[in-house]
């Protein structure tokens, strides 16, 4: 069962940017993204009711929880959806899988922690495979692929700072249920109020693609991945299950030349691999000899 919802896990979520990119902007990027949030939170409610009956403040810090649920559900998603649109969802999706990379080291900082030379490593190698893809076209890359790219940068770096704040809502023990409806709940307010300020208009496409997109996002990946993800880490281990994101580069690149978004060449064989290999350096354990005495 483990390794069943180990594959869910990395298929959805290694798609989630072709899924964005199948979406379509029949509406605005961030309607969109209050659409699936809305959804998503309206499940986790639901879930909520079933586990807890009565849930107070004071159990928890509500500032890191709303932070979280900021950074890990609008902010980052924003600037994921905008880089997945400027550039390709190949490029999003190898350039947000440096989470395994970035996040030890914004944890590091944080909780002033030692960083193992193995994330160097990860992140060289990461670093390499971006350049690697970008090498035959560096000549003619147009302004908005260059934005689409800082973008993916930036949206992967806000994941990894809620990430941060995750992990201190995990160690004031806080259940991650209720940290990710509570958090989630404050991304969809903060949404509401920018695209209402904005003026956006809230219709509902009746284009096919986008409702497959919608709800794949919101009830796959929002939902029944983070589910199963929870799972995963309460049967196997957070490392272990981590392990995942090294496969992300390989899935939604694969997807994305599918898609006819990417050509498939040498350099983009080698640059998914580079990523591959790095996320799976950065995140992989030690092995810790045991000495016998006698």
Not at 23 to 29: D, F, P, T, Y
Not at 231 to 244: C, D, F, Q, R, T
């Amino acid at each position: 069962m483990n390794y069943v919802m180990y594959v869910l896990c990395m298929l959805i979520w290694g798609l989630n940017f072709i899924a964005v990119k199948i979406q379509g902007n029949h509406v605005s990027l961030e309607v969109a993204l209050l659409y699936r949030s809305v959804i998503a939170l309206i499940l986790f409610t639901c879930l909520l009711s079933f586990v807890y009956k009565k849930i107070s403040i004071k159990d928890f810090n509500l500032y890191t929880v709303l932070g979280f649920g900021i950074c890990n559900f609008m902010i980052s998603y924003l600037l994921l959806y905008y880089g997945t649109f400027y550039s390709t969802a190949a490029m999003v999706t190898l350039i947000f899988s440096m989470k395994a990379i970035i996040t030890p080291i914004c944890i590091s900082i944080a909780f002033k922690t030692k960083i193992s030379s193995r994330i160097y490593i990860g992140g060289i190698m990461g670093i390499l495979s971006v350049l690697v893809i970008l090498f035959p076209d560096l000549k003619q890359l147009s302004n908005q692929f260059i934005i689409g790219i800082l973008l993916a940068i930036a949206g992967t770096v806000i994941t990894s700072i809620g990430d941060v704040l995750s992990l201190y809502n995990s160690k004031q023990r806080v259940n991650p249920i209720v940290a990710n409806t509570i958090g989630m709940m404050g991304a969809v307010i903060l949404l509401f109020m920018y695209t209402f300020i904005r003026g956006e208009h809230y219709t509902m496409p009746h284009q096919f693609n986008f409702w497959i997109g919608l709800l794949y996002l919101s009830v796959l990946a929002s939902f029944i991945a983070w589910l199963c993800y929870l799972k995963l880490i309460n049967n196997i281990g957070a490392a272990e299950s981590g392990y995942m994101v090294a496969m992300f580069p390989a899935i939604g690149g694969i997807a994305s030349v599918l898609m006819g978004e990417s050509t498939l060449n040498i350099h983009l064989i080698i640059g998914i691999a580079l990523a591959t290999s790095g996320a799976y350096i950065a995140l992989k354990k030690p092995k810790h000899i045991k000495v016998k005495r006698g």
